[in-house]
C-alpha cells in the first residue's frame, strides 16, 4: 500500500496528498499561503523536492524537510525507500565510446540528457551560454568526461568553436537550447522577439546540424534528436513566434532524416508538454491578449513530467536503442497531444 511507504521528498506530490499526515501538512502549508490544493494539479507526478526549484524560492529546502519530519513522526527516513513515483534508470554503458554534443546543457531539459549521458558512458560536449552553470555540471558529475564549451547558438564563429572542442567525429546530438515567447498572437508580436525566437529555436539548431551532419555522413552513422515542443503539434500552447519556430524545427527533422536515411543517420523529434524547468526566454511580459485566449486551453494540460523524464525520450532515441526510429517525432507530453 502507499499510504505504508514513508513519505520522502521523493515521493510524488499525489503521493503526498493522498496521505493522512502528508497531505494534511501540505495543505496547511498551502493555506499559509493562500492557496488551495487545486494549484498543484499539474504538478501531481513531481517530486516533492521539484517544489524548491519550481517555487523559486517561496519553498525552501528547509520547508520540504520539516513536511518530510511532520510526515514521519519527527525523523527523515532514508530516501532510498522505495516510492509509487518513477524513477530513472541509468543503462551502464549505453554511450560507451561515443561523442554527444548537447546544447542547452547548462540547465533543464538539456542538462538532465548531459547528465544521463555522461552516466551512461558518453563523452559529452555540453554546450550552452551560461559559463557557471556549464562548471556545476562537471562538478556535479566528477570522473565524467564533460567537455563544457561556453557559446552562443546566434553566433556563427561559435559553432566553429563547437566542432573544434568535440573534434573530428560527433556520434549523436541533441538540440535542447530553445526560448519561448510571451503568448503574442501575430496582430501583436514584435519583429525583435519573432527574430530572436527563430534565432535560438531555428537558426542555431540549423547551423549546428549542418555543422555536424558531414561528419556523420562520414562515419556513416548517427542519431540526431530535436526538441520540438506541443506547440509543434497545436496552435493552442503558446505564441505565433515560439509556434511557429517549433513547427519549423519539425520541418526540419523530417526533411533532415530523409535526406540522410542512406547514410546511417538517423533524426528525430521530442515534443514535450509541460515540463518543470525554467525555459529561458519568460522575462518576456506576458501577452494580455494571448494569455485570455489560451487560457481555457492550457487547463487541460496534463501534470507536468521532470526534466529527467523527458532525458529519458531523449536518450532513448540518441541512442543504439532506438535504432529503427527515424523521422518520428515523438510526444513526450503525458497525453497532451491525444487530447
Known sequence: MAQDRPLTGS?????????????????GLLSQGGFGEDVLAPLHNLPLQ?????????VTQEVVDELVRSANGGVIPDEASETAGWRERVTPGRF??????????????GRATASRVAREGGKVVAVDISADKLESLVAELPGSDIVPVTADLTVPEDIERIL??????VDALANVAGISDDFSAIHEVTDAMWEKIFAVNVDGLFRLTRAVVPLM????????????SEAALRGSAAGVAYTASKHAVVGITLNTAVMYATHGIRVNAVAPGGVATGIAGNAWT???FGQGRLGGFMG????????????????????DDGVNVSGAVLPSDGGWSAQ
Request: proline share 6%.
Open 11 to 27: 515521493s510524488t506530490i499525489g503521493e503526498w496528498l493522498a496521505h493522512p499526515e502528508g497531505g494534511e501538512a501540505l495543505r
Open 286 to 288: 506576458p501577452s494580455e
Open 300 to 319: 487541460l494540460i496534463p501534470p507536468i513530467a521532470t526534466a529527467e523524464q523527458l532525458a529519458a525520450s531523449i536518450t532513448f532515441l540518441l541512442s
Open 96 to 109: 560507451e565510446g561515443q561523442v554527444v554534443l548537447v546544447t542547452g546543457a547548462a540547465s533543464g531539459i
Open 50 to 58: 521539484q517544489m524548491v526549484d519550481l517555487s523559486q524560492g517561496a
Open 217 to 228: 555522413m562520414e562515419a556513416r552513422r548517427g542519431s540526431i534528436v530535436n526538441v520540438a
Open 164 to 169: 573544434a572542442a568535440a573534434g573530428p567525429r
